[in-house]
């Protein structure tokens, strides 16, 4: 009788230390079964923002790119237009220069004119 109640004993620390173990186990799994699927959730999540910020990313790309070409285009007209600008620059000098040579000669025809009139005027 002896040994069977010593060997109970045994039998049911046993069964103590085996169900704590069991329910460390479960309180194991638990956990990691719910930080998989926390995991999941997230990392469906940073799916999704990495798709729109991918998207973002794209369509800012194709921006960039249209603006760049457009800037060179608009580079190349500005120089034409600063190189039409200085012709037109010499145009105007050389026009101004006309209109002074005229301006000369009409200030001529005008003083030849009045010594005219004060000639006849005298005879």
Same mark, same amino acid.
């Given at each position: 009788?002896?040994?069977?109640?010593?060997?109970?004993?045994?039998?049911?620390?046993?069964?103590?230390? $085996?169900? =704590?173990?069991?329910?460390?186990?479960?309180?194991?799994?638990?956990?990691?079964? =719910? @930080?998989? !699927? $926390?995991?999941?959730?997230? #990392?469906?999540?940073?799916? @999704?923002? $990495?798709?729109?910020?991918?998207?973002?990313?794209?369509? @800012?790309?194709?921006?960039?790119?249209?603006?760049?070409?457009?800037?060179? &285009?608009?580079? !190349?007209?500005?120089?034409?237009?600063?190189?039409?600008?200085?012709?037109?620059?010499?145009?105007?000098?050389?026009?101004?220069?006309?209109?002074?040579?005229? #301006?000369?000669?009409?200030?001529?025809? &005008?003083?030849?004119? &009045? @010594?005219?009139?004060?000639?006849? !005027?005298?005879?």
């Amino acid at each position: 009788m002896k040994v069977a109640k010593a060997a109970h004993v045994i039998a049911k620390a046993e069964v103590k230390r $085996l169900g =704590d173990i069991k329910k460390t186990q479960t309180t194991k799994r638990n956990t990691t079964r =719910d @930080a998989h !699927a $926390l995991a999941k959730k997230t #990392h469906k999540k940073s799916n @999704a923002i $990495l798709t729109t910020k991918k998207a973002a990313y794209t369509t @800012a790309a194709a921006v960039v790119k249209a603006t760049e070409a457009k800037l060179v &285009k608009d580079q !190349a007209a500005a120089a034409k237009a600063k190189k039409l600008s200085a012709a037109q620059k010499a145009v105007v000098e050389a026009n101004k220069n006309k209109m002074d040579s005229a #301006h000369g000669i009409w200030l001529a025809a &005008k003083k030849t004119l &009045k @010594a005219t009139q004060v000639k006849l !005027a005298a005879a």
